[in-house]
Each structure stands twice: as C-alpha cells, then as structure tokens.
C-alpha cells in the first residue's frame, strides 16, 4: 500500500529528473564537432609543432578532432578568434608574444584579457644568449667585459624588432648598462649566419629553433633568461646566476578561447590540454625540442596573461621604449 510520505518523496524524485533533462537539453553535449585551434605562426616552426602535439592529446581526450589553422598574420587570427562562437569550439594559441604586443603596441585590434577567457600553458621555452663557437666569449662575464671595454662597438643580434628576443637584449643592455647595437634579423638562419660571419657578436634567440646548433655544438650558450636553468640545457647558467639579479624572461605559450564560454567548457578544455602536458610521452618529445611541456589552470592563466601585460608595459616604459603605431 502506498502512503502520502511515499507519494511526495516519488513526485520530488520525478521534478527533479525531470529538472536535469530539461537542462542537458538545453546544454548540448561538448565538444559536438571538431574544434579548430588558431595558429599564428606558419607550419614547421616551433609553436606550431607544439600545438600539433598538444592537440593530438587532446583530440584522444575530447573525443573529437582538434584541427590546427595556421595564420601567420596574428591581428587577423585574434580577431577572427575574437569574434567567433563562445561555445569553446574556436580556440587560439596565445603566448608571451601576444601579452607583449598588447603591452608594446599604442593600439591593439583586441583586448587580450576583455575578449578572451584563458583556458591553460601547453609549454615554456627558454630565451637564450648564445655565441658562434668560435667565439672567445666564454661566458656572461667576457661579453659585458668587451662591451664595457669598447662601448657602443658590440652587435646583438634578435629577431624582428617588437619580438620577445628583441625587448629581452634591450633589457639585457639596460640593466647591464653596457652600450651596443642591437641588430635585428628575419629569421634565426639569418641570425646564425652573422654569428658565423663575425657581423654580430651575440644573439639572443628562442631554444627551439637553434638546439640542433647547440647540441652539434656549432654555436654556443652563455645563459639562459629563465628564472631556473632549462631542464633542456641544464649545464647552462641563468642570466640571474650570471650575475644580473632580476633578469627572468621565460616564452610561453597557451590557449584562449571567446570571452563569455561558459566556465564548465573552459575547465573540461584545461582538462584536455593537462592530459596532454601530462604525459610522459609527449613530455618526452616535447623536452627533445627544447621545450618543457607544463599545464595550468584557467584561473592561474588569467594572471599570467594579466601580470605579464603590466610587466612588459613597465619594462618598456623603463627602457623608454615609443609605443609603436603598427601592428
């Protein structure tokens, strides 16, 4: 027989399925298609590599194919990101690269932090000083002690003015207060053909790009700009071990989706990127390139991108640094 108690607890029971159905209705299932990763460097280079290998993981962990875009003119990239879709279905990689430009440049085509929401790091990847292997230069020490020696005859050469190589040889000569010439180039082919020429006596460049180099030992590290030493090249000193307290550059990269995704799919993307960043395998390739592969939350990823805007806005207000107009 049943009794009023049992009919009130199978009515409460009923609304409440009832409840969860109309809002998974209302919730499509996620992913429910591919999704597509943005890109903004061309195929082959090192941010590309690591989002392909990332979004294989996370292809395995969703479900679903994450097909990288490259677009290497980043304005149109973030904007097209921008704009799309917030169901986490569009997503872009972003990086130390992209808080620089919102920090250096007086008028950005978005707003990094207002028009994205931060899902997590995929990779970190060290900024290094390095010389041509016949180079006297034996250390950190020996190339402040030439500089300071015959100011204003030393070449450093980056890449493209605005770059992270760039702003971190013009920290290098400001805190240093040695006088040189910061020479900047296309490509790092073109950097380690003016080490190797004698055009330029150093260079600061990226891991990734030159680890062939260093490891067949035909150009040579001094430092690295990291606040800890590269677990790629762990027999090579910090520029802070060096001597130049303070200095800690690291590159980075990760990714962003819309703004106004809902929470619950930017944590289930953190998940994917973690399970990939996570594991070992791909740790180990990852590491091969010269690059540590390492994971966050959306919230930590927030900060970064939020401090790292202020950071490189102070730095380049220090270096009295114009604003640039371009983009």
């Known amino acids: 027989m049943i009794n009023r108690r049992d009919l009130l607890q199978g009515a409460a029971a009923l609304a409440t399925a009832t409840s969860f159905s109309a809002l998974r209705a209302q919730t499509p299932a996620f992913p429910n298609r591919p999704l597509q990763l943005t890109v903004a460097f061309a195929p082959g280079g090192a941010g590309d590599l690591i989002a392909r290998r990332i979004a294989k993981e996370m292809s395995a962990f969703l479900g679903q194919a994450v097909v990288i875009e490259n677009r290497p003119a980043p304005t149109v990239g973030v904007q097209a990101v921008a704009r799309a879709k917030p169901d986490g279905h569009s997503m872009m990689m972003v990086g130390n690269g992209t808080t620089l430009a919102s920090a250096l440049f007086a008028k950005v085509p978005y707003r990094l932090v207002k028009d994205f929401s931060h899902v997590s790091t995929m990779a970190f990847f060290d900024v290094a000083l390095v010389v041509d292997s016949a180079s006297s230069f034996a250390s950190v020490g020996d190339v402040l002690a030439y500089a300071r020696a015959n100011p204003g005859k030393m070449n450093i050469a980056t890449v493209r003015v605005g770059s992270t190589q760039h702003l971190t040889a013009s920290m290098f000569t400001a805190m240093t207060g040695i006088e040189a010439t910061l020479v900047p180039f296309k490509t790092t082919g073109d950097i380690l053909s003016a080490l190797r020429n004698r055009d330029v006596h150093v260079a600061f460049e990226i891991v990734p790009p030159i680890l062939g180099q260093i490891t067949s030992k035909l150009v040579r590290p001094l430092a690295t700009t990291a606040a800890r030493r590269s677990p790629r090249l762990p027999q090579v000193p910090t520029l802070q071990e060096a001597g130049i307290a303070g200095f800690e550059i690291a590159s ?73 107009k371009g983009f």
């Open 252 to 324: 980075w990269n990760g990714i962003s989706v819309p703004a106004s995704t809902p929470r619950p799919i930017v944590d289930r993307l953190a998940q994917a990127v973690h399970a990939a960043a996570t594991n070992p395998e791909v740790q180990r390739e990852l590491l091969a390139l010269g690059v540590e592969a390492r994971s966050s939350t959306p919230d930590e990823m927030t900060r970064r991108v939020q401090s790292e805007i202020a950071n490189w806005g102070a730095v380049i207000d220090r270096l009295g640094i114009e604003r640039q």
